[in-house]
């Protein structure tokens, strides 16, 4: 397992930031297109503001320094377990870990591991496990 010393609120807190930043302007927009191509059809599904958001991450972790906006302002940055920079294969490893498999197994994997963090807070949740990646303090 990989150590880490990352208080699981500071995750919490940046996660909700990113999901105002990227899902916000990319719902307004979604919802803008589909009154214009399907004016009269409710769509209840939003698929676009994920892909956003899945893709804003992508960018920030390979272009920012391994931090979203949300990990800047609570202090924390996404690293390399071996210390090495990330690799294009570990920022896909970790997103599509978070927002495909937490999602297609109703997040059990999760839950799993923050019932395991209670005993053991130098745990590191499984998306980071599955991409060798770590979170580290900036602040």
């Keep these: 397992m990989i150590t880490v010393a990352v208080p699981l609120w500071k995750r919490a807190v940046a996660g909700q930031i990113d999901q105002v930043v990227f899902q916000t302007p990319a719902k307004l927009i979604e919802k803008a297109i589909r009154k214009k191509v ?7 599904r ?5 892909v956003v ?4 991450e992508v960018y920030c972790m390979l272009y920012r320094n391994g931090q979203t906006l949300g990990d800047r302002i609570v202090g924390i940055k996404v690293v390399s377990a071996d210390g090495r920079p ?3 294969e570990q920022v896909i490893k970790r997103t599509l870990y978070k927002d495909v498999v937490y999602p297609a197994t109703l997040g059990i994997p999760l839950i799993r591991a923050l019932q395991q963090m209670k ?4 745990l590191e949740l499984p998306h980071d496990e599955f991409a060798h990646t770590k979170l580290i303090s900036t602040k």
């Design 38 to 44: 399907w004016p009269d059809k409710e769509v209840k």
């Design 86 to 88: 990330l690799s294009f």
């Design 46 to 50: 939003y698929y676009f503001p994920t």
């Design 53 to 56: 958001t899945m893709a804003g």
């Design 119 to 122: 005993s053991n807070k130098d």
